[in-house]
């Protein structure tokens, strides 16, 4: 096995998104700022419900695929399509935006704490004008392992293995084959996690101090990850991290705003269809 090691850190910047919710943004911050097939990583939280009250009103995507996944707090999703979905503390909704979905995600709550990611990943050229779908996955529903040392391993897309126990998360058959895992570990905990050489990899830390090797993780920062087969980290102190990897697509990408493409012509045709009705028809 060949572990990885940084390659490069990304650190958040502040920000706000949706009608003026705070949030810090590493991946994504600039468009030539990715990691493909991550177009964007939003880690939003706070205790003050003026810096997220106001939500994410209505608003259109097309190309990629949305990944909310909820620390704490309480937002309801609606789309055009007439879907509804609560996403509560541990919830995942997983969004293929695909050919095009406008949708909102709205606070259910008034006060306390609302914590955590979107992650913005890119669809292949031939699958961007799919129809659109998606999942909302409960806590309940997506599995975890811990072990008498206190390490515990939360998979939502791909296989966590910990102490020769493995888990798969409820999310496969994905072209870019993803591996997302939320990682809890106790001080002078080490874990070790298989990653496809194929694959591109990184780390969120979310809280406290971790090492990979001889080099510290920052916090709120993408630690972007260098070619191997295996990510071996470290707490210093009791650490709680997110371990992303996917295959990159390797094909060209046009952006602008909530819309995702390959080519200028593409992402013309997108604000066209958006501002006719067609995106959604």
Same mark, same amino acid.
């Given at each position: #096995?060949?572990?990885?090691?940084?390659?490069?850190?990304? !650190?958040?910047?502040?920000?706000?998104?949706?009608?003026?919710?705070?949030?810090?943004?590493?991946?994504?911050?600039?468009?030539?700022?990715?990691?493909?097939?991550?177009?964007?990583?939003? +880690?939003? =939280?706070?205790?003050?419900?003026?810096?997220?009250?106001?939500?994410? !009103?209505? @608003?259109? @995507?097309?190309?990629? +695929?949305?990944?909310?996944?909820?620390?704490?707090? @309480?937002?309801?999703? +609606?789309?055009?399509?007439?879907?509804? =979905?609560? /996403?509560?503390? =541990?919830?995942?909704?997983?969004?293929?935006?695909?050919?095009?979905?406008?949708?909102?995600?709205?606070?259910?709550?008034?006060?306390?704490? #609302?914590?955590?990611? %979107?992650?913005? /990943?890119?669809?292949?050229?031939?699958?961007?004008?799919?129809?659109?779908?998606?999942?909302?996955?409960?806590?309940? %529903?997506?599995?975890?392992?811990?072990?008498?040392?206190?390490?515990? $391993?939360?998979?939502?897309?791909?296989?966590?293995?910990?102490?020769?126990?493995?888990?798969?998360?409820?999310?496969?058959?994905?072209?870019?084959?993803?591996?997302?895992?939320?990682? @809890?570990?106790?001080?002078? %905990?080490?874990?070790?996690?298989?990653?496809?050489?194929?694959?591109?990899?990184?780390?969120?830390?979310?809280?406290?101090?971790?090492? /990979?090797?001889?080099?510290? $993780?920052?916090?709120?920062?993408?630690? /972007? *990850?260098?070619?191997?087969? +295996?990510?071996?980290?470290?707490?210093?102190?009791?650490?709680?991290?997110? *371990?992303?990897?996917?295959?990159?697509?390797?094909?060209?990408? $046009?952006?602008?705003? !909530?819309?995702? #493409?390959?080519?200028?012509?593409?992402?013309?045709?997108? $604000?066209?269809?958006? %501002?006719?009705?067609?995106?959604?028809?």
């Amino acid at each position: #096995m060949s572990a990885r090691q940084i390659n490069q850190i990304i !650190p958040a910047m502040d920000t706000s998104d949706g009608a003026g919710v705070r949030l810090r943004r590493s991946i994504g911050q600039r468009q030539n700022i990715r990691h493909d097939p991550f177009l964007m990583l939003d +880690e939003f =939280g706070s205790d003050k419900s003026n810096e997220y009250i106001a939500g994410f !009103p209505a @608003h259109p @995507h097309r190309g990629f +695929e949305t990944v909310t996944y909820m620390l704490d707090g @309480h937002m309801l999703h +609606e789309d055009h399509m007439g879907n509804r =979905g609560d /996403l509560r503390s =541990g919830d995942v909704q997983w969004m293929t935006a695909a050919r095009g979905i406008v949708h909102s995600e709205m606070p259910q709550q008034l006060e306390g704490r #609302m914590r955590g990611f %979107q992650l913005w /990943l890119n669809l292949p050229a031939k699958e961007k004008m799919k129809p659109a779908s998606y999942r909302d996955i409960p806590s309940a %529903q997506i599995p975890t392992l811990q072990n008498s040392k206190g390490i515990w $391993v939360k998979a939502i897309a791909g296989t966590a293995i910990l102490d020769a126990q493995s888990i798969t998360g409820p999310i496969a058959g994905l072209t870019t084959q993803p591996i997302y895992i939320d990682v @809890h570990l106790p001080a002078g %905990q080490l874990f070790t996690q298989a990653t496809p050489a194929t694959h591109n990899a990184f780390i969120y830390l979310y809280e406290g101090e971790l090492k /990979l090797g001889d080099d510290a $993780v920052p916090p709120h920062a993408a630690a /972007l *990850l260098g070619p191997g087969d +295996e990510v071996k980290v470290t707490a210093s102190t009791d650490a709680k991290f997110i *371990l992303l990897a996917a295959m990159p697509l390797n094909e060209p990408i $046009v952006q602008y705003g !909530p819309f995702v #493409m390959n080519t200028r012509e593409e992402i013309e045709q997108a $604000v066209n269809d958006y %501002q006719s009705g067609k995106l959604t028809a």
